[in-house]
Each structure stands twice: as structure tokens, then as C-alpha cells.
């Protein structure tokens, strides 16, 4: 979730500063990208003053000395111990599971679901035409009838509610459940997405659709800040061990960065060809990852790895939902004796009583 809010932050700045206030211009557009340069200026000078990884020095290099050092600069303690147990514990465990690689765990077929939902809820999240609101907000907001100079100010908007929403999602993952938050998001952008076309097939008839146009996108970014746009990174890491998650994580950074690619390349075209209907692909995405989500995602919320393993396995057939959870046991062994057997067994029973 503090990744995807450093992601909105970012965000927020590059609208503020691309207004035509500041640099949003075309004489001084080529700053706004000089721009970039400032925080990567400033990463590598605050680097050499950052503590090394506590877990690297502890779990990779055997410098306990060393790690202790750099979690008493990070944590301002020097109780730190029990951060020290958690590592030696994740080392142990870390030699009981070797590290799969990406191969390993695609062939794995224990693994294979928990692989599909992760790259599903990635899907989820750049599919949904989030990107599309980001990337060309402006240009949708003037074809909904603002004039250019509102319709930044707009887009700005879009940047402070990302920015807010992803703020109020971090205690509600808790509270709600992540499967919870992102069934909500999911329906929530459904049915602005289905207001925002209707906003641009009736802007002519009525002056109040350009305000459901605004209306409709800010809670389209509203709901995904809620649920799709943090919630799809932590289930990832919750549904897989120690052994197979690099490589699952690699796997799920590759397919959304991909998809977001996709979407900001696409999505013009998708305007020239559907024209008012753009938004409909997204809608129709939207219902397919919730009918998946809702049937196929578990609840992580307060599970240990091994519980929501146990969602997962072949002998198990488990409501993920978490309501019910019906075993499957095999049938005791009942050995039928032959009748010969059985009056043979008679006789000699009835013999040694006589004796």
C-alpha cells in the first residue's frame, strides 16, 4: 500500500506540474521531463546514507553484528531482538523450501491456481481502465464538454482523491478484508464506467451530464484507489511461501507493467474506433474479474500461509469464501472374507473350545 502511495504521489505531482500554469506549455515542455531528474539526483545522494538490509546482512551475508546495527538505525531502538528472531525464523525456513524459479513453479501444478489468481488480480488492476483515466483524463473530460483549462484542473482532482483514497485503504485492509475491498472496487468502477459512457453519448441533450462525466470518473477512481489498486500487490505475496514467491512476484510485475503498456497504447485507438463507446471494453473486463474474484480469490485476511494453502489443495474442497469447508476422506477398507475362509475359521474356534 506505501508503494502505491509513492505511485499516487508521483502522479499528483506530474498533473500539478503539467498544468499550463507551470510547465504544461509547449515552449516549456521538455522541462517537465527534465524534471525526473531531481528525484533520481536525490536518491543517489541519500542512498550512501541509508543502512544496509538488515535481512541481507543477516539471512545472505552472516553478519548478525552488522544487522543488528542497521535495524537499531532504522527502528531508533536498540530492542531489537525480536525483529532478529522473525529473520532467523525466515532463514530456517528459507533452507526447509529451496527458491523456485520461474519454470519451477509454472510446471507446478499445487501451484498453478495460485498463479493464475495472481496474474488475474494484476489484470484487474491496469485492465480496467484506470490507465486510461491517468494517461488521457484531460482529453476525457474535454470530450464530455469542459473547456481545457477546467479540464486540467479536473485532472488534478483525479490526482488528489488517488492520493487520499489510497490513504484511507490502508487501515481498511484490515478491517474489511483485502477479498472484501476488491469485489467493492471492482463493482464500484463497473457502474461508473457504464455512467461515464452514457455521460458521452448524451453531453449534446443536457448541460448537468458534463458534471456526471467528472462525477462518474472521480468515483471510478475513488473505487479503484478502495480496492484494484493496492490490494492486487499484497494478495500476491500472501498467496505464495517463501520457496516460490520471487519468482511468482517476477511474474506478476512483469504481466502488470505489460498490461499497463498495453492499455496506454491501445487505448487511443480505442477512441478513433469505438469513438463514445471506448469505456465498454473496460466495463465488460470489469464484470469478468469480479465473477473471477468473487469465485476463485480467498479471503488472506489474518491466514497463515499454511490455511490458505489449504484452499488450494486437490484433496480439499474448500468455499474460499471461507464459509465452508467440506474434506474429502477415503472410505475405510473392508476386507470381505470368502465363506470357506469364514466356516474354516468357525471349526477351529469350536475346536478349541472342546479342547
Given at each position: ?76 531502538t536498540v530492542q531489537v ?101 476488491h469485489l467493492y472496487g ?111 480469490v480467498p479471503e488472506t ?55
Amino acid at each position: 500500500t506505501l508503494n502505491q502511495l509513492g505511485v499516487t504521489i508521483g502522479l499528483l505531482l506530474s498533473m500539478v506540474l503539467g498544468i499550463q500554469d507551470i510547465l504544461g506549455t509547449e515552449e516549456r515542455w521538455p522541462y517537465l521531463f527534465g524534471v525526473a531528474v531531481i528525484p533520481a539526483a536525490l536518491q543517489l545522494l541519500l542512498l550512501p546514507l541509508c543502512p544496509e538490509s538488515p535481512r541481507f546482512l543477516l539471512i545472505t551475508k552472516q553478519q548478525e553484528y552488522s544487522a543488528r546495527e542497521a535495524l537499531e538505525k532504522l527502528r531508533c531502538t536498540v530492542q531489537v531482538e525480536d525483529d532478529l528472531e522473525e529473520m532467523r525464523n525466515e532463514e530456517r525456513a528459507q533452507e526447509q523450501e529451496p527458491q523456485m524459479t520461474v519454470c519451477q513453479i509454472m510446471r507446478n501444478k499445487s501451484l498453478q491456481l495460485p498463479l493464475l489468481i495472481a496474474i488475474v488480480m494484476q489484470l484487474s488492476q491496469q485492465l480496467t481502465g484506470i490507465n486510461a483515466v491517468f494517461y488521457y483524463s484531460t482529453g476525457l473530460f474535454t470530450n464530455a464538454g469542459l473547456s481545457e483549462a477546467v479540464s486540467h484542473y479536473a485532472t488534478m482532482g483525479v490526482g488528489v482523491i488517488m492520493v487520499v483514497m489510497t490513504l484511507v485503504s490502508i487501515p481498511l485492509m484490515d478491517r474489511a478484508g483485502r477479498r472484501t475491498l476488491h469485489l467493492y472496487g471492482l463493482g464500484g468502477m463497473f457502474f461508473c464506467s457504464i455512467f461515464i459512457t452514457i455521460s458521452l453519448l448524451v453531453r449534446f441533450l443536457y448541460e448537468w451530464v458534463t458534471y456526471l462525466s467528472v462525477v462518474s470518473t472521480l468515483s471510478f477512481v475513488v473505487f479503484f484507489a478502495i480496492g484494484p489498486g493496492s490490494i492486487p500487490w499484497m494478495i500476491t505475496a500472501e498467496l505464495f511461501s517463501h520457496g516460490p514467491r520471487p519468482a511468482a512476484m517476477s511474474i506478476a510485475v512483469f504481466v502488470n507493467w505489460s498490461s499497463n503498456f498495453l492499455v496506454g497504447l491501445v487505448f487511443p485507438q480505442m477512441q478513433r474506433v469505438f469513438e463514445n463507446y471506448s469505456f465498454l471494453p473496460f466495463t465488460g473486463l470489469l464484470a469478468i474479474f469480479w465473477i473471477f474474484s468473487y469465485r476463485k480469490v480467498p479471503e488472506t485476511k489474518n491466514r497463515t500461509f499454511e490455511e490458505i494453502a489449504a484452499l488450494f489443495r486437490r484433496e480439499e474442497v474448500v468455499n474460499v469464501n471461507g464459509l465452508t469447508s467440506v474434506v474429502q476422506t477415503k472410505p475405510p477398507v473392508v476386507h470381505h472374507q470368502s465363506p470357506e475362509l469364514v466356516a474354516e475359521e468357525k471349526n477351529l474356534e469350536t475346536c478349541k473350545t472342546q479342547f
